[in-house]
């Protein structure tokens, strides 16, 4: 699929890409916790509400015990993110990976490319090396973050300090080829044009092409609060996103419908234009909520559930590799092997 292709599907009515999208009857979620480590920030973009906040930085022992709460609480899946601390090294996360991973067997998804990219590059370490050493202390999966639009001019009008498209990509590749899974995201609806939309798609379909390594891909909506931009994406916008995401991406597992930045009516219509997860049960998440999100800082699983039935899908809920380990029919739970 080109780009011209790609930009020729958002041109279409979303009546006309809901036809198009082979239908999913199952959708999964899964127990998940997202922990938030610090959002002291030298990159400090243009689109971020986070680094604005009253500044914090959690100390290794923080961020454990707050894994080890929500694992406790039933969570498999830790989402590990912050921003560029100056501060922060290779060792707080070597350490905050290898306790977690030495006392549970919750799965660690954790740092986007960018963050990657960052602390790589003040250790004056190859990436290559770097997350060697961090899946060696325990990481699995690298969270999607970073990827703004993954074309260098906008990068350029909003995120100027943070990497450029090419050097993301490249994380993801070497991640890869090390056997280190993860998401991708794109975040739509402040500057960005509907071709630049098409160009980063297509860039994450030609990349899964050659590693395979990505797992879901996460549209996520601008939210302006707080942030130098008044752009937001109307709903239908939203939807027709989602909907090109699930036709270009066909060689990812997962669209997901993150219910913490659409909302949760939103979400549920978007499980009827090609998205197949909601992410999770989330709990306290600190990003999307500084930006303007209205939404629970957390979903109890009952209610992902409830969700999904009323889109008239069948839930389920997935690991973090989207191995699918319970399948809610109708009023009943069927363990998967």
Same mark, same amino acid.
């Given at each position: /699929?080109?780009?011209?292709?790609?930009?020729?599907?958002?041109?279409?009515?979303?009546?006309?890409?809901?036809?198009?999208?082979?239908?999913? $009857?199952?959708?999964?979620?899964?127990?998940?916790?997202?922990? &938030?480590?610090?959002?002291?920030?030298?990159?400090?973009? $243009?689109?971020?509400?986070?680094?604005?906040? @009253?500044? *914090?930085?959690?100390? =290794?022992?923080?961020?454990?015990?707050?894994?080890? #709460?929500?694992?406790?609480?039933?969570?498999?899946?830790?989402?590990?993110?912050?921003?560029? &601390?100056?501060?922060?090294?290779? !060792?707080?996360?070597?350490?905050?990976?290898?306790?977690?991973?030495?006392?549970?067997?919750?799965?660690?998804?954790? %740092?986007?490319? +960018?963050?990657?990219?960052?602390?790589?590059? $003040?250790?004056?370490?190859?990436?290559? !090396?770097?997350?060697?050493?961090? #899946?060696? +202390?325990?990481?699995?999966?690298?969270?999607?973050?970073?990827?703004?639009?993954?074309?260098?001019? =906008?990068?350029?009008?909003?995120?100027?300090?943070?990497?450029?498209?090419? !050097?993301?990509?490249?994380?993801?590749?070497?991640?890869?080829?090390?056997?280190?899974?993860?998401?991708?995201? /794109?975040?739509?609806?402040?500057?960005?044009? @509907?071709?630049?939309?098409?160009?980063?798609?297509?860039?994450?379909? @030609?990349?899964?092409?050659?590693?395979?390594? *990505? %797992?879901?891909?996460?549209?996520?909506? *601008?939210?302006?609060?707080?942030?130098?931009?008044?752009?937001?994406?109307?709903?239908?916008?939203?939807? #027709?996103?989602?909907?090109?995401?699930?036709?270009?991406?066909?060689?990812?597992?997962?669209?997901?419908?993150?219910?913490?930045?659409?909302?949760?009516?939103?979400?549920?219509?978007?499980?009827?234009?090609?998205?197949?997860?909601?992410?999770?049960?989330?709990?306290?998440?600190?990003? +999307?909520?500084?930006?303007?999100?209205?939404?629970?800082?957390?979903?109890?699983?009952?209610?992902?559930?409830?969700?999904?039935?009323?889109?008239? @899908?069948?839930?389920?809920?997935?690991?973090?590799? *989207?191995?699918?380990?319970?399948?809610?029919?109708?009023?009943? =739970?069927?363990?998967?092997?």
């Amino acid at each position: /699929m080109s780009i011209r292709e790609i930009e020729e599907l958002f041109a279409k009515d979303l009546h006309e890409l809901g036809c198009l999208i082979k239908a999913e $009857k199952i959708v999964t979620f899964s127990i998940n916790a997202h922990i &938030n480590y610090s959002n002291v920030c030298e990159t400090k973009c $243009k689109i971020c509400a986070y680094h604005r906040k @009253k500044q *914090f930085t959690l100390s =290794v022992d923080e961020v454990v015990s707050e894994a080890l #709460k929500a694992v406790k609480a039933g969570a498999t899946e830790l989402h590990i993110v912050g921003s560029h &601390n100056p501060e922060l090294g290779i !060792e707080y996360f070597e350490e905050i990976f290898r306790r977690i991973s030495s006392q549970c067997s919750a799965t660690i998804k954790a %740092l986007t490319a +960018a963050e990657v990219h960052y602390y790589a590059k $003040k250790e004056k370490m190859s990436v290559r !090396e770097f997350l060697s050493r961090l #899946k060696s +202390a325990g990481l699995k999966i690298l969270a999607g973050g970073g990827a703004e639009i993954l074309v260098d001019s =906008v990068r350029k009008e909003i995120c100027p300090r943070k990497c450029n498209s090419e !050097e993301w990509l490249r994380v993801m590749r070497i991640a890869h080829e090390n056997g280190i899974k993860s998401n991708a995201t /794109m975040l739509f609806g402040h500057v960005e044009s @509907k071709r630049h939309r098409a160009i980063h798609l297509y860039k994450l379909r @030609k990349l899964q092409e050659k590693t395979g390594g *990505f %797992l879901a891909f996460i549209p996520l909506p *601008f939210h302006p609060e707080e942030t130098e931009y008044s752009f937001k994406p109307s709903p239908v916008d939203i939807l #027709k996103t989602i909907a090109v995401s699930r036709l270009v991406l066909s060689n990812f597992r997962a669209i997901k419908a993150y219910w913490v930045m659409l909302g949760l009516e939103l979400a549920e219509i978007a499980l009827s234009y090609g998205a197949n997860d909601l992410d999770g049960t989330v709990g306290y998440e600190r990003i +999307a909520h500084s930006a303007g999100a209205k939404t629970p800082v957390g979903l109890p699983a009952e209610d992902l559930i409830r969700l999904i039935r009323n889109a008239n @899908k069948i839930p389920a809920e997935r690991d973090a590799f *989207f191995n699918i380990l319970r399948v809610y029919e109708d009023r009943e =739970v069927r363990i998967c092997e």
